[in-house]
């Protein structure tokens, strides 16, 4: 059983920064792609980032290209999102998750993801 605990999240003004964590058990964390996502009150839950396994590739969402980004430190099974220039609208619960499925979908779409964080919320104030 794979385990993902998110932390960092919290309270910011806008224009702020915040770097969000993602800690992951097991010993096969280098063998996967992860990537994080954010649900906002009363929406679909949005791609944000993603990181290849060797940490070579990265790919973002359209609404956070050139402010976030993502990392990974596969000696500490650990992968992180650095959050710069945060606005109101990046107000949501931000999950971390691990790419354990192949459909041929691409890493943006999450039915490819199989073990999910419980979430970290972050609220930028305006």
């Known amino acids: 059983q794979v385990q993902l605990v998110e932390s960092g999240g919290g309270l910011v003004q806008a224009g702020g920064s915040l770097r969000l964590s993602c800690a992951a058990s097991?010993?096969?964390?280098?063998?996967?792609?992860m990537g994080w996502f954010r649900q906002a009150p009363g929406k679909e839950r949005e791609f944000v980032a993603a990181i290849t396994r060797s940490g070579l590739d990265t790919y973002y969402g359209d609404s956070v290209k050139g402010r976030f980004t993502i990392s990974r430190d596969n000696a500490k099974n650990t992968v992180y999102l650095q959050m710069n220039s945060l606005k109101p609208e990046d107000t949501a619960v931000y999950y971390c998750a691990r790419r354990g499925q192949d459909y041929g979908l691409g890493l943006r779409v999450d039915r490819e993801y199989d073990y999910w964080g419980q979430g970290t919320q972050v609220t930028v104030s305006s």
């Open positions: 097991g010993r096969t964390f280098s063998s996967y792609d």
